[in-house]
């Protein structure tokens, strides 16, 4: 069994515990947090060391790292600590849920990426470095997802799909068959993407209003209530 330190102490750390100590060959040894950010000493039971100084006590000869980080600033921060982690000389841990449908091998997904349980991820797909894929999204044959891109849940990539990197994408998104998503974009929840996309650029679904008129359903749940 590997030993693996979790930079992080948001919810995303707790559970990148739990899925690694429950579905993987890692064991989890402490987590760590730059020093400024560091509120608490333990953690989940565990140590809370400072990064600036983990490879002292948990040295990268003998622990991998996972960074626990979700989508903030376009995912600029896990992109950094991605990067400073590997300038330590730490492995970063990848780790998919034996609970999915991967048809790829590991040698297609990147270090650092996390695959939730009921993905189902098609044949010939690439993923890249850094990437978050939380739970049952479809991402369909030829794929290719960038570095550092966070997909929350039922997002449907389509096949051929290209996502760049930095990019994130909502919950009940769509996006065609052939279609770029460019690097850097956000793509909000239930959002249909027909067409490809520009840099640096928000897509939403417009919010759904209410009708004039109520429905029969709505009449009748009034009726009885």
Not at 34 to 61: M, S
Request: glycine content about 6%; aromatic content about 12%; proline content about 3%.
């Amino acid at each position: 069994m590997m030993e693996l330190v979790i930079f992080g102490l948001g919810d995303f750390a707790e559970v990148a515990k739990f899925m690694f100590e429950h579905d993987s060959s890692y064991k989890v040894a402490a987590f760590t947090v730059d020093r400024a950010y560091k509120t608490q000493n333990t953690f989940c039971g565990l140590p809370v060391c400072d990064f600036e100084n983990i490879e002292n006590e948990y040295p990268p000869e003998k622990y991998a790292m996972f960074i626990a980080i979700a989508y903030a600033k376009a995912n600029q921060v896990r992109e950094a600590k991605f990067h400073e982690a590997k300038k330590k000389g730490y492995t970063l841990a990848s780790y998919v849920s034996s609970h999915s449908t991967c048809y790829i091998p590991m040698s297609d997904i990147g270090e650092n990426t996390f695959i939730f349980e009921d993905n189902t991820i098609q044949p010939f797909v690439k993923i890249g470095n850094n990437v978050i894929l939380w739970s049952g999204n479809h991402i369909g044959h030829h794929a290719q997802i960038g570095n550092h891109v966070f997909i929350t849940s039922h997002v449907v990539l389509s096949g051929r799909t290209t996502v760049g990197n930095n990019s994130f994408i909502g919950v009940n998104a769509t996006v065609n068959d052939h279609i770029n998503i460019a690097e850097r974009c956000v793509i909000g929840s239930g959002a249909l993407i027909t067409k490809d996309t520009e840099p640096d650029s928000v897509y939403k679904n417009e919010r759904t209003r209410p009708s004039e008129r109520k429905s029969d359903e709505l009449k009748y749940f009034n009726k009885n209530k």
